[in-house]
């Protein structure tokens, strides 16, 4: 749960609720029933990312 979380990170809750905040704006988390939290990832999304750069001849690059 979310205050293990807190505990685990050793940041203070406004800075672990910020990040979530920012991460649940971001479409990148969903909670759950008893405080808990989960992030997502779109692996399908980042193979097409890498692969349009490979082919382009860019540097790959990962955000957040």
């Not at 992030?39 to 540097?59: E, G, H, K, T, Y």
Request: charged share 15%; net charge positive.
């Amino acid at each position: 749960d979310v205050n293990n979380l807190i505990t685990w990170c050793d940041r203070t809750p406004a800075v672990v609720w910020a990040a979530i905040l920012e991460l649940k704006l971001a479409g990148q988390l969903t909670r759950h029933y008893g405080n808990r939290v989960s992030r997502q990832f779109n692996f399908l999304m980042d193979l097409v990312d890498s692969s349009s750069a490979i082919a382009s001849n860019q540097p790959t690059t990962r955000s957040g």
